[in-house]
């Protein structure tokens, strides 16, 4: 169920605005999800975005019963996957190509894969602070954890 971003009145399927305070759904009201759930799950919810601790709020307590701690996990999830997809891939260019190989994941590809994931951790643990259900640029529509 989708919230409104502006006044927290829960959004009835479909909505283009709210009917309580009449914002509407298509400039981001629907990306916000229970005030209460968020308030109280804040912390698990950034925990995710840190490597691989996107299980632990899954495995702990009442967190993995929470919609704002599951989407969160997922997006930690997808992060962490794509992260290592990543360094697979580099690997694999510096052993199969092994001078201009070196030269370009060691110079070029490293970095920017680095202040990728460090953008898209920030990006994350803004969006969880903040109590909405931003998904991330580019890998956020990955469904890992259900």
């Known amino acids: 169920m989708a919230f409104c971003e502006k006044c927290g009145i829960p959004l009835n399927d479909g909505a283009n605005f709210c009917s309580a305070c009449g914002a509407s759904a298509a400039n981001g009201a629907a990306t916000q999800t229970d005030p209460k759930d968020a308030r109280e799950n ?10 691989f601790l996107f299980i632990v709020p899954l495995l702990t307590g009442e967190h993995k019963n929470s919609p704002f701690v599951k989407f969160h996990a997922n997006q930690g999830a997808a992060l962490s996957i794509a992260f290592i997809a990543a360094l697979i891939l580099l690997t694999f260019i510096s052993i199969f190509i092994p001078i ?24 994350g643990i803004i969006s969880a602070l903040n109590g909405t259900l931003r998904p991330l640029p580019l890998i956020g529509g990955l469904k890992i954890i259900k």
């Open 42 to 51: 804040k912390a698990m919810a950034v925990i995710v975005y840190f490597p």
């Open 100 to 123: 201009i190989g070196m030269i370009v994941v060691s110079f070029l590809l490293s970095p920017i894969i680095g202040i990728g994931w460090l953008v898209l951790c920030i990006y």
